[in-house]
């Protein structure tokens, strides 16, 4: 067998290399997104659970392979008890120059709470994900939300000097005639706004092909109203950018439907078991726990890291039509963390 030890960082068989690992703290949320989790939900008993010291020891050792950028997810990050404690401990690496971001994905919920000291501890940008700027349906997307609540920690972040960007999932016949609106909503508080197209993940409620909106649609209206030119900002996301001229704003598309864009994918993602999922539309993963565990010296974790690198594959397939019976993952993605 090769050694793959010897690899100075983390490049896959097809010369992509793993710089942005992205966390899942805990399958846990205090929303029940529609199209992300069933409204009765099994979580992992908390026995599962890396301890918060596992989840650093872990992402040190991926920061030590070349990772740059690691976000904070899940389930909803910020009701991990002690999560502050978790940024802290991670925040060295921003200090000693090792990582080069630390930033989460959040539904906002506990935003208003937490943004003055995310931002003291180094986080400069969060996704806060909100699909509807209507709080009656709102509250029948999360099932559980308030809109004020997240409204609330929108503007604290802003106010302790995090950038904000708007994560949305466009829902057919739900909130695909929003979109100005938000747009205008963003713009005007000098966020930008992503557009996320639904997909197959997880058992629900319901028949996705009924919210599946791709985006290329949204794109063509949205062009009715606003100037759009194409630009080359990236973040080390998925998506692909546009200005818009009248607000001098950014709207973000992440097509992984219509557009695949696995071919520059330079991510992986890790649960809050220690799972190290290689694809977010893939079953094959690598259990990092065991190895995590099994010595205090990180020599076996880096193994099964390099072991799970030389498997990255080359992508997803993800369909969503009506003869696809099955979702093309049953991980929600709660569990691998979004
Ligand atoms: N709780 C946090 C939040 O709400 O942002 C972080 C986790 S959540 C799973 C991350 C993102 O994934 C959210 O923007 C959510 O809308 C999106 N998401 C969840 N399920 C999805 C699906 N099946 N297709 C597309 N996006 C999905």
Same mark, same amino acid.
């Given at each position: 067998?090769?050694?793959?030890?010897?690899?100075?960082?983390?490049?896959?068989?097809?010369?992509?290399?793993?710089?942005?690992?992205?966390?899942?703290?805990?399958?846990?949320?205090?929303?029940?997104?529609?199209?992300?989790?069933?409204?009765?939900?099994?979580?992992?008993?908390?026995?599962?659970?890396?301890?918060?010291?596992?989840?650093?020891?872990?992402?040190?050792?991926?920061?030590?392979?070349?990772?740059?950028?690691?976000?904070?997810?899940?389930?909803?990050?910020?009701?991990?008890?002690?999560?502050?404690?978790?940024?802290?401990?991670?925040?060295?690496?921003?200090?000693?120059?090792?990582?080069? %971001? =630390?930033?989460?994905?959040?539904? &906002?919920?506990?935003? *208003?709470?937490? #943004? !003055?000291?995310?931002?003291? +501890?180094?986080?400069?940008?969060?996704?806060?994900?909100?699909?509807?700027?209507?709080?009656?349906?709102?509250?029948?997307?999360?099932?559980?939300? %308030? =809109?004020?609540?997240?409204?609330? &920690?929108?503007?604290? *972040?802003?106010? #302790? !000097?995090?950038?904000?960007? +708007?994560?949305?999932?466009?829902?057919?016949?739900?909130?695909?005639?929003?979109?100005?609106?938000?747009?205008?909503?963003?713009?005007?508080?000098?966020?930008?706004?992503?557009?996320?197209?639904?997909?197959?993940?997880?058992?629900?409620? !319901?028949?996705?092909?009924?919210?599946?909106?791709?985006?290329?649609?949204?794109?063509?209206?949205?062009?009715?109203?606003?100037?759009?030119?194409?630009?080359?900002?990236?973040?080390?996301?998925?998506?692909?950018?546009?200005?818009?001229?009248?607000?001098?704003?950014?709207?973000?598309?992440?097509?992984?439907?219509?557009?695949?864009?696995?071919?520059?994918?330079?991510?992986?993602?890790?649960?809050?078991?220690?799972?190290?999922?290689?694809?977010?539309?893939?079953?094959?993963?690598?259990?990092?726990?065991?190895?995590?565990?099994?010595?205090?010296?990180?020599?076996?974790?880096?193994?099964?890291?390099?072991?799970?690198?030389?498997?990255?594959?080359?992508?997803?397939?993800?369909?969503?039509?009506?003869?696809?019976?099955?979702?093309?993952?049953?991980?929600?993605?709660?569990?691998?963390?979004?």
């Amino acid at each position: 067998m090769t050694n793959l030890a010897s690899r100075p960082a983390m490049i896959d068989p097809f010369g992509r290399h793993v710089t942005y690992l992205r966390v899942s703290v805990t399958d846990r949320c205090d929303f029940r997104c529609v199209y992300c989790m069933a409204e009765h939900m099994t979580f992992l008993p908390k026995a599962d659970l890396l301890s918060l010291e596992e989840l650093d020891r872990l992402c040190s050792a991926f920061i030590a392979k070349g990772v740059k950028k690691l976000r904070l997810t899940g389930g909803e990050p910020l009701v991990r008890k002690n999560i502050l404690w978790l940024v802290e401990a991670l925040s060295r690496h921003l200090r000693s120059g090792a990582l080069e %971001e =630390l930033t989460l994905t959040t539904n &906002g919920s506990q935003l *208003a709470k937490y #943004a !003055g000291e995310l931002a003291r +501890l180094g986080v400069k940008r969060i996704n806060v994900s909100v699909d509807t700027l209507d709080p009656a349906k709102f509250r029948k997307i999360t099932r559980w939300g %308030e =809109l004020a609540k997240v409204e609330e &920690g929108i503007e604290a *972040a802003r106010v #302790a !000097g995090l950038k904000v960007k +708007l994560n949305a999932v466009a829902l057919k016949g739900v909130n695909e005639h929003e979109f100005d609106d938000m747009i205008a909503y963003a713009h005007a508080k000098g966020m930008d706004l992503t557009l996320i197209e639904t997909m197959p993940l997880g058992e629900i409620e !319901g028949d996705r092909t009924d919210q599946y909106l791709p985006l290329s649609i949204v794109r063509a209206r949205l062009m009715n109203r606003w100037t759009l030119t194409d630009i080359p900002f990236r973040t080390s996301g998925p998506a692909r950018y546009v200005r818009v001229e009248e607000t001098g704003g950014k709207i973000g598309f992440i097509t992984p439907l219509t557009h695949n864009f696995c071919e520059s994918c330079n991510r992986v993602r890790i649960t809050c078991t220690g799972q190290l999922y290689m694809c977010l539309g893939q079953e094959d993963m690598a259990d990092l726990r065991a190895p995590l565990r099994a010595s205090k010296d990180d020599g076996l974790v880096n193994a099964a890291i390099d072991e799970a690198i030389g498997r990255k594959p080359k992508g997803h397939d993800f369909v969503i039509d009506r003869r696809a019976q099955k979702p093309a993952v049953s991980r929600h993605m709660s569990v691998t963390g979004g």
